[in-house]
Protein backbone atom coordinates (compact mmCIF):
# COMPACT_ATOMS: atom_id res chain seq x y z
CA UNK A 1 0.00 0.00 0.00
CA UNK A 2 1.37 3.42 -1.02
CA UNK A 3 1.00 6.61 0.68
CA UNK A 4 1.25 10.17 -1.36
CA UNK A 5 1.32 13.15 0.22
CA UNK A 6 0.83 16.64 -1.74
CA UNK A 7 0.28 20.27 -1.00
CA UNK A 8 -1.96 22.30 -3.39
CA UNK A 9 -3.24 26.16 -3.85
CA UNK A 10 -6.16 27.01 -5.24
CA UNK A 11 -6.32 30.84 -6.35
CA UNK A 12 -9.32 32.48 -7.93
CA UNK A 13 -10.03 36.72 -7.38
CA UNK A 14 -11.99 36.43 -4.12
CA UNK A 15 -10.32 33.31 -2.22
CA UNK A 16 -7.10 31.91 -1.53
CA UNK A 17 -7.03 27.85 -0.27
CA UNK A 18 -4.32 25.52 0.94
CA UNK A 19 -4.52 22.23 1.16
CA UNK A 20 -2.45 18.94 2.45
CA UNK A 21 -3.62 15.82 0.91
CA UNK A 22 -2.07 12.65 2.37
CA UNK A 23 -3.82 9.64 0.36
CA UNK A 24 -3.58 5.80 0.54
CA UNK A 25 -5.45 3.32 -0.63
CA UNK A 26 -9.23 3.96 -0.36
CA UNK A 27 -8.55 7.07 2.08
CA UNK A 28 -7.15 10.22 1.80
CA UNK A 29 -6.75 12.58 4.68
CA UNK A 30 -7.59 16.56 3.65
CA UNK A 31 -6.41 19.67 5.92
CA UNK A 32 -7.39 22.61 4.41
CA UNK A 33 -7.18 26.40 4.92
CA UNK A 34 -9.20 29.45 2.71
CA UNK A 35 -9.14 32.64 2.99
CA UNK A 36 -11.88 34.44 1.29
CA UNK A 37 -13.10 38.09 0.68
CA UNK A 38 -16.35 36.77 1.70
CA UNK A 39 -19.08 33.64 2.29
CA UNK A 40 -18.76 31.90 -0.44
CA UNK A 41 -20.30 28.59 -2.88
CA UNK A 42 -17.59 26.13 -3.94
CA UNK A 43 -19.11 23.55 -6.54
CA UNK A 44 -18.67 19.81 -5.90
CA UNK A 45 -19.09 16.77 -7.68
CA UNK A 46 -18.58 12.72 -7.57
CA UNK A 47 -19.77 9.55 -9.24
CA UNK A 48 -18.53 7.22 -6.21
CA UNK A 49 -19.71 6.51 -3.41
CA UNK A 50 -17.96 8.02 -0.27
CA UNK A 51 -17.56 8.07 3.05
CA UNK A 52 -16.86 11.70 4.77
CA UNK A 53 -15.87 12.55 8.25
CA UNK A 54 -15.49 16.52 8.29
CA UNK A 55 -14.44 18.26 11.06
CA UNK A 56 -14.93 22.30 10.78
CA UNK A 57 -11.96 23.76 12.15
CA UNK A 58 -12.87 27.70 11.63
CA UNK A 59 -15.65 29.00 10.82
CA UNK A 60 -19.53 27.67 9.44
CA UNK A 61 -19.32 25.11 6.77
CA UNK A 62 -22.64 23.64 4.70
CA UNK A 63 -23.05 21.31 1.73
CA UNK A 64 -26.14 20.48 -0.78
CA UNK A 65 -26.25 17.76 -2.40
CA UNK A 66 -28.37 17.95 -5.33
CA UNK A 67 -28.03 13.88 -5.86
CA UNK A 68 -30.17 13.31 -2.07
CA UNK A 69 -31.50 16.29 -1.90
CA UNK A 70 -30.25 16.93 1.73
CA UNK A 71 -28.23 20.02 3.59
CA UNK A 72 -25.86 19.46 6.04
CA UNK A 73 -24.53 21.94 7.95
CA UNK A 74 -21.62 21.96 9.93
CA UNK A 75 -20.63 24.77 12.58
CA UNK A 76 -17.55 25.90 13.84
CA UNK A 77 -15.77 23.30 16.13
CA UNK A 78 -18.24 20.90 14.76
CA UNK A 79 -18.39 18.01 13.07
CA UNK A 80 -20.33 15.37 11.15
CA UNK A 81 -20.19 11.58 8.78
CA UNK A 82 -21.72 11.30 6.20
CA UNK A 83 -22.23 8.58 3.32
CA UNK A 84 -22.87 9.80 -0.12
CA UNK A 85 -23.71 6.82 -2.96
CA UNK A 86 -22.95 9.79 -5.25
CA UNK A 87 -22.92 13.82 -4.92
CA UNK A 88 -23.67 16.92 -7.43
CA UNK A 89 -23.99 19.99 -5.63
CA UNK A 90 -22.09 22.78 -3.46
CA UNK A 91 -20.42 23.55 -0.40
CA UNK A 92 -20.66 26.99 1.38
CA UNK A 93 -18.21 28.44 3.29
CA UNK A 94 -19.16 31.57 5.60
CA UNK A 95 -17.12 34.71 6.48
CA UNK A 96 -13.69 35.44 5.33
CA UNK A 97 -11.72 32.15 6.65
CA UNK A 98 -12.53 28.97 7.38
CA UNK A 99 -10.29 25.34 8.09
CA UNK A 100 -11.57 22.39 8.16
CA UNK A 101 -10.20 18.58 8.44
CA UNK A 102 -12.10 15.90 6.38
CA UNK A 103 -11.01 11.92 5.84
CA UNK A 104 -12.59 10.71 2.96
CA UNK A 105 -13.00 6.87 2.27
CA UNK A 106 -13.98 4.58 -0.82
CA UNK A 107 -16.68 1.96 -0.42
CA UNK A 108 -13.41 -0.70 -0.26
CA UNK A 109 -11.55 1.50 2.53
CA UNK A 110 -15.29 1.95 4.60
CA UNK A 111 -15.96 -1.62 5.26
CA UNK A 112 -13.37 -2.15 7.89
CA UNK A 113 -16.30 0.90 9.35
CA UNK A 114 -18.95 -1.20 9.15
CA UNK A 115 -19.21 -2.41 12.84
CA UNK A 116 -22.95 -2.06 14.13
CA UNK A 117 -22.41 -2.74 17.85
CA UNK A 118 -23.96 0.84 18.15
CA UNK A 119 -27.38 1.91 17.32
CA UNK A 120 -26.40 4.77 15.37
CA UNK A 121 -24.18 3.00 13.24
CA UNK A 122 -26.40 0.90 12.97
CA UNK A 123 -29.19 2.74 10.94
CA UNK A 124 -25.84 4.72 9.28
CA UNK A 125 -24.99 1.29 7.80
CA UNK A 126 -28.65 -0.07 6.99
CA UNK A 127 -29.05 3.07 4.75
CA UNK A 128 -25.70 3.27 3.10
CA UNK A 129 -26.74 -0.28 2.28
CA UNK A 130 -29.76 0.27 0.87
CA UNK A 131 -27.73 3.09 -1.45
CA UNK A 132 -29.42 5.94 0.25
CA UNK A 133 -27.25 9.13 1.51
CA UNK A 134 -26.72 8.46 5.41
CA UNK A 135 -25.23 11.21 8.07
CA UNK A 136 -24.50 9.48 11.56
CA UNK A 137 -26.52 12.63 13.72
CA UNK A 138 -29.45 14.32 12.38
CA UNK A 139 -27.41 17.59 13.65
CA UNK A 140 -23.36 18.73 13.75
CA UNK A 141 -22.06 17.49 16.70
CA UNK A 142 -19.43 19.97 19.34
CA UNK A 143 -15.77 19.34 18.48
CA UNK A 144 -14.05 17.63 21.94
CA UNK A 145 -11.10 17.97 23.21
CA UNK A 146 -10.08 14.06 22.09
CA UNK A 147 -11.41 14.67 18.80
CA UNK A 148 -9.35 18.05 18.56
CA UNK A 149 -6.05 15.98 20.05
CA UNK A 150 -6.58 12.99 17.21
CA UNK A 151 -6.16 15.21 14.62
CA UNK A 152 -3.17 17.04 16.04
CA UNK A 153 -1.26 13.88 16.26
CA UNK A 154 -2.47 13.54 12.97
CA UNK A 155 -1.15 16.23 11.79
CA UNK A 156 2.17 16.30 13.82
CA UNK A 157 2.98 12.30 12.95
CA UNK A 158 6.97 12.11 13.58
CA UNK A 159 6.54 8.51 11.58
CA UNK A 160 7.25 7.88 7.55
CA UNK A 161 7.34 5.00 4.97
CA UNK A 162 5.22 1.95 6.46
CA UNK A 163 5.28 3.24 10.17
CA UNK A 164 3.07 6.65 9.07
CA UNK A 165 0.71 4.42 6.96
CA UNK A 166 -0.10 2.24 10.26
CA UNK A 167 -0.45 4.88 12.31
CA UNK A 168 -2.22 6.89 10.48
CA UNK A 169 -4.65 4.02 9.87
CA UNK A 170 -4.89 3.35 13.47
CA UNK A 171 -6.10 7.46 14.19
CA UNK A 172 -8.64 7.39 11.55
CA UNK A 173 -10.43 4.80 13.46
CA UNK A 174 -9.96 5.86 16.84
CA UNK A 175 -11.67 9.36 15.09
CA UNK A 176 -14.38 7.27 13.99
CA UNK A 177 -15.03 5.29 17.08
CA UNK A 178 -14.67 9.24 18.42
CA UNK A 179 -18.13 10.21 16.18
CA UNK A 180 -19.59 7.00 16.68
CA UNK A 181 -19.50 7.01 20.64
CA UNK A 182 -20.54 10.93 21.03
CA UNK A 183 -23.12 10.14 18.27
CA UNK A 184 -24.55 7.28 20.77
CA UNK A 185 -24.67 9.12 23.12
CA UNK A 186 -26.51 12.05 22.03
CA UNK A 187 -29.36 10.42 20.36
CA UNK A 188 -32.62 10.80 21.25
CA UNK A 189 -32.00 14.24 23.10
CA UNK A 190 -34.33 16.86 22.38
CA UNK A 191 -33.31 19.98 23.89
CA UNK A 192 -34.79 23.38 22.31
CA UNK A 193 -33.01 24.81 19.85
CA UNK A 194 -30.76 27.75 21.40
CA UNK A 195 -31.18 30.85 20.06
CA UNK A 196 -28.83 32.60 17.82
CA UNK A 197 -27.75 35.52 19.81
CA UNK A 198 -27.65 32.65 23.28
CA UNK A 199 -25.37 30.79 20.53
CA UNK A 200 -23.35 34.03 20.18
CA UNK A 201 -22.74 34.69 23.74
CA UNK A 202 -21.96 30.40 24.45
CA UNK A 203 -19.11 30.95 22.29
CA UNK A 204 -18.44 34.68 23.96
CA UNK A 205 -18.34 32.40 27.41
CA UNK A 206 -16.00 29.47 26.17
CA UNK A 207 -13.87 31.89 24.36
CA UNK A 208 -13.70 33.62 27.87
CA UNK A 209 -12.51 30.32 29.77
CA UNK A 210 -9.94 29.09 27.00
CA UNK A 211 -8.77 33.15 27.86
CA UNK A 212 -8.18 32.73 31.39
CA UNK A 213 -7.59 29.46 31.47
CA UNK A 214 -4.55 29.88 33.85
CA UNK A 215 -6.40 32.36 36.16
CA UNK A 216 -8.98 30.77 39.03
CA UNK A 217 -12.48 32.00 37.80
CA UNK A 218 -16.15 30.96 39.02
CA UNK A 219 -19.55 30.65 36.46
CA UNK A 220 -20.33 33.51 37.91
CA UNK A 221 -17.50 35.70 36.40
CA UNK A 222 -18.19 33.84 33.27
CA UNK A 223 -21.87 34.19 33.34
CA UNK A 224 -21.66 38.04 33.61
CA UNK A 225 -18.97 38.31 31.05
CA UNK A 226 -21.47 36.47 28.49
CA UNK A 227 -24.59 37.84 29.44
CA UNK A 228 -26.23 34.54 30.45
CA UNK A 229 -27.24 33.39 33.90
CA UNK A 230 -26.04 30.53 35.97
CA UNK A 231 -28.95 28.14 34.69
CA UNK A 232 -28.46 29.35 30.72
CA UNK A 233 -25.14 28.82 30.71
CA UNK A 234 -24.62 25.56 32.03
CA UNK A 235 -27.79 23.91 30.37
CA UNK A 236 -26.59 25.66 27.07
CA UNK A 237 -23.00 25.37 27.60
CA UNK A 238 -23.40 21.45 27.81
CA UNK A 239 -25.93 21.31 24.74
CA UNK A 240 -24.01 22.99 22.39
CA UNK A 241 -20.41 21.52 23.48
CA UNK A 242 -21.19 18.27 25.10
CA UNK A 243 -19.50 19.03 28.22
CA UNK A 244 -19.90 21.58 31.36
CA UNK A 245 -18.07 24.97 32.16
CA UNK A 246 -15.75 23.36 33.85
CA UNK A 247 -15.55 20.33 31.80
CA UNK A 248 -14.23 22.13 29.27
CA UNK A 249 -11.37 24.09 31.45
CA UNK A 250 -10.44 20.70 32.60
CA UNK A 251 -10.06 19.53 29.42
CA UNK A 252 -7.97 22.49 28.20
CA UNK A 253 -5.51 22.47 31.25
CA UNK A 254 -5.05 18.62 30.50
CA UNK A 255 -4.17 19.17 26.75
CA UNK A 256 -2.04 21.87 27.31
CA UNK A 257 -0.36 20.13 29.81
CA UNK A 258 0.23 16.96 27.45
CA UNK A 259 1.56 19.04 25.04
CA UNK A 260 3.94 20.71 27.84
CA UNK A 261 4.92 17.26 28.56
CA UNK A 262 5.92 16.08 25.09
CA UNK A 263 7.62 19.57 23.87
CA UNK A 264 9.37 21.31 26.76
CA UNK A 265 11.78 19.84 29.73
CA UNK A 266 9.36 20.93 32.11
CA UNK A 267 9.20 18.56 35.10
CA UNK A 268 5.79 17.12 36.24
CA UNK A 269 5.72 19.24 39.04
CA UNK A 270 6.49 22.42 37.18
CA UNK A 271 3.73 21.66 34.55
CA UNK A 272 1.41 21.23 37.46
CA UNK A 273 2.66 24.69 38.77
CA UNK A 274 1.50 26.23 35.24
CA UNK A 275 -1.67 24.76 35.08
CA UNK A 276 -2.58 26.15 38.75
CA UNK A 277 -2.30 22.79 40.56
CA UNK A 278 -0.25 23.13 44.56
CA UNK A 279 1.56 20.16 44.01
CA UNK A 280 2.71 17.46 41.97
CA UNK A 281 0.01 14.83 43.34
CA UNK A 282 -2.47 15.91 42.74
CA UNK A 283 -1.58 17.05 38.81
CA UNK A 284 -0.96 13.32 38.27
CA UNK A 285 -3.57 12.29 39.58
CA UNK A 286 -6.11 14.74 37.64
CA UNK A 287 -4.18 14.21 34.43
CA UNK A 288 -4.57 10.50 35.01
CA UNK A 289 -7.90 10.11 35.57
CA UNK A 290 -8.44 12.16 32.21
CA UNK A 291 -6.05 9.91 29.99
CA UNK A 292 -6.13 6.66 31.94
CA UNK A 293 -1.85 7.16 32.28
CA UNK A 294 -0.06 9.19 35.04
CA UNK A 295 2.29 11.89 33.17
CA UNK A 296 5.69 10.61 34.37
CA UNK A 297 4.66 7.41 32.24
CA UNK A 298 4.00 9.84 28.86
CA UNK A 299 7.31 11.73 30.05
CA UNK A 300 9.38 8.63 30.50
CA UNK A 301 8.88 8.17 26.48
CA UNK A 302 10.34 11.07 25.68
Not at 23 to 44: C, D, H, M, N, W
Not at 149 to 165: A, E, F, N, P
Not at 198 to 208: G, P, S, T
Request: proline share 3%.
Amino acid sequence: MVLTEEKVQYVFDTSHTDVAITSFAGARIISAKVLQEKTTQYPEARTEPCLDMYFSLEGDSAAWDNVSGKHYAVDNLHHGMMYTPAFDGHYTLAGTSAAGFCIEMDQHYMQRMMVTDLDCLQRFWDKAAAGKAADLSSVALPLTWQQQQVITDIHQCRYSGHMKLLYLESKIMELFLLQATQAEQLAGRKAAPLHPSDKERLYAARDFVKAHMFEPITLMQVARHCGLNDFKLKKGFKALFGTTVFGYLNELKMSYGRQMLLESNCTVAEVGYVLGYTDSYNFSKSFKKYFGYPPGKLKAKH
